[in-house]
């Protein structure tokens, strides 16, 4: 889930008479525009459902939450809100009937989106989304979890309260553009910062701390990278323009996107400004690293020799030469803006794993974009590689080519793989269950 806005209004200040002044068909188009900077589509649409009519399925640890239908129609979505109602819903995290929302609603970030952009979002919903009958889910979560009281609770101890942005008047506008993109509408930490145990992200801010954007936890078989300036796992090794270019198209010369994040490319930042998506990466490559200590990069050939010259002993090769070196090369560099390299990506050195086996397990595609239409994807390995299997070939991109990251084990791939099957066995390959299960003995 991230951003979006017209760099001419930077940081979203109209001035209180130029509000006056906007017509209502630019704050239309205006409030499209933010809308799509938060990616609000893809939390409220269901897959195959109208726009923003809500019912997509939420999990959490207490149980399964849907959102809600935020189109203009008086009884089932929005069309009945005012602009405060619409206001302390999006900012203050309080429904209309004084209820708090389930912190799935980023409210927390959004608390610092100007009051002007909010105005121009509440006029876009409500003038330039077609309404939709449609009722909204009930929560699957048992009582007495299913209470709402105790969120309030939670709002009032981990939401920060609306603060409209203060951008700092001695930095370079660029960056406290993308500042206010990246914390406000886009929520980039909602996914890409830790949660203490009582589910709220551990900073809401780089002014709290090297834990924002240092990479999320696992989420619904993902992790979110760590989006500072680490080296080995984080945008240390980018330029502002590679950036810039992954934003756009979901693809640079390092890396491919994936997993929750094809739909932030897809949905939202391909239709970014250029001057915005600039102000996003110099916002981004201004956070400092969170482990300086973390070396940079540094290729080696043996493995590559190795598999030039008929060499597949080392654990994991084999299966790599068979089914991955076709598009990635046998010294993993890929090919660029198709094919993501593998040696030095930043995802495959990540401590955490669960990304890379997800990928080899269920494959992945990469969407096509206005600037990159080829949408490209990589087949699931699942259905005829053995959990073993899975690990050893993991393993063997992790530690070769320069790479360095900590061996995984059968039992992981396995928590994985069954993660995946609860929630949609197709994505494994169109398999026949009987053979899948004679793959695993």
């Known amino acids: ?33 933010l809308a799509r900077a938060g990616d609000c589509v893809a939390c409220h649409t269901a897959q195959g459902g109208a726009p923003f009519a809500g019912g997509l399925l939420m999990p959490t640890p207490i149980g399964n939450i849907y959102s809600t239908n935020i189109t203009p129609d ?39 989106v100007s009051k002007q952009d909010m105005r121009a979002l509440y006029v876009y919903f409500m003038q330039g989304v077609k309404p939709v009958k449609q009722a909204n889910h009930a929560v699957d979560i048992p009582w007495p979890l299913s209470m709402r009281w105790p969120l309030s609770l939670w709002r009032g101890m981990f939401a920060p309260g609306v603060q409209d942005f203060s951008a700092d008047s001695d930095a370079d506008a660029a960056t406290e553009r993308g ?62 323009q590679e950036l810039v270019t992954f934003l756009k198209t979901g693809r640079n010369s390092h890396t491919a996107v994936f997993g929750g994040m094809t739909d932030v490319v897809e949905h939202s930042l391909q239709y970014l400004s250029q001057e915005d998506l600039t102000a996003i990466a110099r916002y981004l490559k201004s956070l400092p690293a969170k482990d300086p200590q973390q070396a940079s990069f540094k290729p080696d050939g043996s493995v590559a020799n190795a598999l030039w010259h008929g060499d597949d002993s080392k654990p994991g090769a084999a299966v790599y030469i068979d089914s991955c070196a076709a598009c990635h090369k046998s010294d993993g560099s890929g090919y660029d803006h198709f094919f993501p390299a593998l040696r030095g990506n930043s995802v495959v050195q990540t401590e955490d794993a669960t990304s890379l086996i997800h990928v ?12 990159a239409p080829s949408a490209i994807t990589m087949p699931p390995f699942g259905w005829r590689l053995s959990d073993q299997e899975v690990a050893e070939v993991v393993n063997f991109i992790r530690s070769s080519w320069g790479n360095q990251a900590k061996a995984v084990d059968a039992a992981q791939v396995k928590a994985i793989r069954a993660e995946i099957e609860g929630a949609n066995p197709a994505l494994l390959g169109n398999v026949n269950p009987d053979k899948l299960s004679q793959v695993q003995r």
């Open 1 to 33: 889930m991230m951003k979006k806005l017209f760099a001419c209004l930077l940081l979203g200040g109209l001035s209180a008479a130029a509000m006056g002044q906007t017509p209502e068909s630019d704050l239309v188009a205006r409030g499209e525009y």
């Open 74 to 112: 008086k009884e089932t979505g929005i069309g009945g809100y005012s602009f405060e109602d619409f206001d302390q819903a999006v900012r203050h995290g309080v429904r209309k009937d004084g209820d708090s929302l389930y912190p799935a609603m980023p409210y927390p970030s959004y608390a610092i």
């Open 360 to 371: 080899v397990l269920a494959g992945s595609t990469l969407p096509g974009t206005q600037q």
């Open 179 to 240: 500042r206010y993109l990246v914390q406000g509408l886009g929520h980039c930490g909602a996914c890409h910062t830790p949660r203490a145990i009582t589910m709220q992200e551990k900073a809401l801010s780089d002014g709290e701390g090297a834990d924002y954007l240092s990479g999320g936890d696992p989420m619904e078989g993902w992790v979110a990278k760590n989006l500072r300036g680490d080296n080995k796992d984080g945008l240390g090794q980018w330029s502002e």
